[in-house]
């Protein structure tokens, strides 16, 4: 994985995020999710001992609440961020490359993916086709009927499922008014689209 923030720079874009105004440890965590469209999303280990490590420098101040702590620029800070803004325009625009690369690395993976996904089911209709090829010709009884339609009721069943929790998912992530980045419009595109061909390829 592209290394996203060289040594310092993390600390410098907190200062940056926090000059938009004061913000809960969890909200820094997920305004550089969506600075990066989802491709990156630092952990909570990553972000609180920096902050803390701001806030013993004086840079940023920490206020207690009733169920999280709310992390604010100091005078300090905001002089720190001004004397740097050369630095932060600079880190601006490193980091849209490596956004660029993340994102690249994010589509190969989900094609490497999604092509295992396509030999293993082409796998598996060959393995079908080679019995149903050795084994005699099934009989048309009513039993035979009955058991093709279950099937067919058990995929439909699977797919409104799959439909269905993934819609939930969906609204829930974007239920605080977080957008749908671009890059994950575009994963699901490319993993629904992936995965239609996959199955048909299965189909007789």
């Not at 806030?55 to 702590?69: A, C, M, P």
């Not at 849209?96 to 030999?119: I, K, N, W």
């Amino acid at each position: 994985m592209t290394p996203v923030f060289a040594h310092g720079q993390l600390r410098l874009y907190l200062l940056a995020l926090l000059e938009q105004g004061p913000r809960h440890g969890y909200e820094l965590i997920t305004a550089l999710a969506d600075r990066f469209g989802g491709t990156y999303r630092p952990s909570a280990g990553t972000i609180y001992p920096r902050l803390a490590r701001l806030e013993e420098e004086g840079l940023v101040e920490r206020t207690s609440g009733d169920r999280r702590s709310t992390y604010a620029l100091t005078d300090a800070g905001r002089s720190e961020l001004d004397a740097r803004r050369e630095d932060l325009a600079e880190l601006e625009e490193n980091l849209a490359e490596t956004v660029r690369s993340l994102a690249d690395q994010v589509r190969s993976e989900v094609r490497d993916s999604m092509r295992g996904l396509r030999a293993d089911l082409a796998a598996a209709a060959q393995s079908a086709r080679a019995g149903a090829t050795s084994s005699p010709p099934p009989s048309d009884t009513a039993k035979d009927r009955t058991d093709a339609r279950v099937r067919l009721a058990e995929a439909e069943a699977e797919l409104r499922e799959f439909r269905d929790g993934l819609r939930t998912e969906l609204r829930t992530a974007t239920a605080g008014g977080t957008p749908l980045s671009p890059l994950t419009l575009e994963t699901i595109r490319t993993v629904l689209d992936q995965a239609r061909t996959s199955i048909r390829a299965t189909l007789p």
